[in-house]
């Protein structure tokens, strides 16, 4: 719950000490910065590592959240107003221009004091050690993974993100988490109040190495700041469910993220997935495994079992479509979080909330992208097979964005019918309660609806380019020319910021939200 506690007068020492030290920081970087010519990568991150610790001992000194908030919101308006400014060059630094030519900022000294505001907001009290040690491990992991990546940082990770990502970086991001959590939760023991208290030691030790490899994989998997974000509240979200939540256990959390790093490094061998594609699948799938337990892991596993067989398949049928949709069959990090970010956020409101209802929306989201998965590929597979455009009805040439045909449609219906019949083979008690049937009818519907949604999208707003080289329209905004030069696509129709990805997250929103707002009109649900 949202706690804002009244100022105490007795805080405001420690409050401009606060305010001192960070300006003092502050100006030692422009300092070191602009009279010294220390690198700003090496000043930021040292920054950083400071600032880390500085807020692992804030809640010792404050006996109120107040002037916390007060100082965290501060810095955050700081460092957004230097960011547009251009004023701290310690800060910021130079924009970073990726592969593509794109001028990249990071987001990182204003989202840095934005997560301490947010965790300080709803930890404060009983669980403000979590805060503590979610912000130690930001501080000091985060800081040694880009310094030690920088100096040593050889062997760079393919295929994950557009900031380059080190070996040598992701294991300086390992060990030092792995240190951090381990003597943190020791130290804190006397704090836990839920599911971590009594536990033995080695159950622990395993909770902290399973933590290290979840902040590790999002620190390499996100850019330009984002880690900030989301590294602490990593740490929080698994810390809080496990102490507050009974249905939670450490026993099930670990055996859900060994499931997920299977399941990632399986994908990788078979080629389902590329290296940020099977990152992003062992994050949220060690939420789904081990939070949801096999009743949530079962319906995702259909979805992804099946969709990502039925994408391997008819390789020469499909051959002429590989340069037409924006990527191939082997999927990454954006991809799965298209198709499965939608049920991963409804993985984690349930399991803050327990609201049954959620679960028909994360079932909804699921028949979504099966839906929309299998109308493409059985579309493009279907011998023969007539497509028409879903907003004028004119024939258009199959895998055309907006194209829908009967086979793939369906597909459709089936595939979404696939994903609650998993569900049904569980013996969820809320689908009996709803009635089987009717629970099939639903999702069914819902995902179907979803596939039509996604269509229609792609037909009027998503981007579609026309590629100069092999003269045709595609999806892709860059052709490769025979001499391995990128050549820039035109854009034809549609909006540059609207790819895929989107189209499918938006599918899997509206596929959600039907079979929510259908389930919790028709039937009153109790745990």
Same mark, same amino acid.
């Given at each position: 719950m949202v706690n804002i506690q009244s100022p105490s007068p007795q805080d405001m020492p420690s409050f401009f000490l606060l305010l001192t030290l960070v300006g003092f920081f502050l100006v030692l970087g422009e300092l070191l910065t602009r009279k010294f010519s220390v690198t700003p990568l090496v000043v930021r991150k040292v920054i950083h590592l400071c600032m880390g610790v500085v807020m692992f001992f804030i809640p010792s000194y404050f006996s109120s959240n107040f002037y916390p908030l007060a100082a965290a919101f501060l810095f955050a308006v700081v460092g957004l107003v230097s960011l547009k400014a251009g004023i701290l060059q310690s800060l910021h630094g130079?924009?970073?221009?990726? #592969?593509?030519?794109?001028? $990249? /900022?990071?987001?990182?000294?204003?989202?840095?004091p934005l997560v301490f505001f947010l965790q300080a907001l709803f930890l404060w009290g009983e669980h403000v050690w979590i805060l503590q040690i979610s912000m130690l491990v930001l501080g000091i992991g985060d800081a040694l993974a880009a310094l030690v990546g920088t100096a040593a940082g050889g062997r760079h990770i393919e295929n994950l993100t557009k900031s380059r990502k080190s070996i040598e970086g992701s294991m300086a991001m390992f060990i030092s988490s792995l240190v951090i959590l381990s003597v943190s939760i020791?130290?804190?023991?006397?704090?836990?109040?839920g599911g971590l208290v009594g536990q033995p030691i080695w159950k622990l030790l395993a909770l902290a190495l399973l933590l290290a490899l979840l902040v590790t994989a999002v620190e390499a998997l996100l850019s330009w700041g984002l880690d900030n974000l989301f590294i602490p509240l990593a740490i929080a979200y698994v810390l809080y469910v496990v102490d507050v939540n009974s249905m939670?256990?450490?026993?099930?959390?670990?055996l859900g993220g060994l499931f997920a790093l299977f399941i990632a490094i399986f994908s990788i061998k078979v080629k389902f997935l590329n290296n940020s594609g099977a990152t992003a699948t062992f994050l949220l799938g060690t939420t789904i495994f081990g939070v949801g337990g096999?009743? *949530? &892991?079962?319906?995702?596993?259909?979805?992804?079992?099946?969709?990502?067989?039925?994408?391997? @398949?008819?390789?020469?049928?499909? %051959?002429?479509?590989? @340069?037409?949709?924006?990527?191939?069959? #082997?999927?990454?990090?954006? #991809?799965?979080?298209?198709?499965?970010?939608?049920? *991963? /956020?409804?993985? $984690? /409101?349930?399991?803050?909330?327990g609201d049954p209802y959620i679960f028909f929306a994360y079932l909804g989201t699921l028949a979504a992208v099966q839906a929309d998965t299998w109308a493409t590929e059985i579309g493009t597979m279907w011998p023969n097979a007539k497509a028409r455009l879903i907003t004028t009805f004119k024939d258009v040439p199959v895998g055309t964005s907006g194209g829908v045909s009967i086979p793939g449609t369906l597909a459709s219906f089936l595939g979404s019918l696939l994903i609650c019949s998993s569900a049904v083979l569980m013996n969820v008690s809320w689908i009996d309660q709803v009635g089987i049937v009717t629970s099939l009818? $639903? /999702?069914?519907?819902?995902? @179907?609806? %979803?596939?039509?949604?996604?269509?229609?999208?792609?037909? &009027?707003? #998503?981007?579609q380019y026309y590629d100069p080289i092999r003269q045709k329209v595609t999806e892709r905004t860059h052709s490769i020319a025979s001499d391995g030069s990128r050549v820039a696509n035109e854009l034809l129709k549609g909006y540059d910021f609207v790819n895929n990805d989107l $189209?499918?997250?938006l599918c899997a929103i509206s596929g959600?939200?039907?079979?929510?707002?259908?389930?919790?009109?028709?039937?009153? @649900?109790?745990?």
């Open positions: 130079e924009p970073v221009v990726t #592969q593509e030519g794109e001028r $990249v /900022i990071s987001y990182g000294p204003v989202l840095f020791f130290v804190f023991r006397d704090a836990f109040t939670v256990t450490i026993d099930g959390l670990l096999m009743v *949530w &892991t079962v319906p995702m596993l259909t979805f992804y079992l099946l969709s990502s067989i039925l994408s391997k @398949l008819g390789h020469k049928r499909k %051959a002429k479509f590989d @340069l037409v949709f924006e990527k191939g069959s #082997q999927r990454d990090a954006g #991809q799965v979080y298209a198709n499965g970010g939608v049920a *991963w /956020i409804m993985m $984690v /409101i349930y399991s803050l909330t009818l $639903v /999702i069914g519907v819902s995902g @179907l609806f %979803a596939s039509l949604v996604d269509s229609f999208f792609g037909a &009027t707003v #998503q981007a $189209v499918n997250t959600s939200a039907v079979a929510y707002l259908v389930v919790r009109n028709l039937v009153s @649900l109790s745990l």
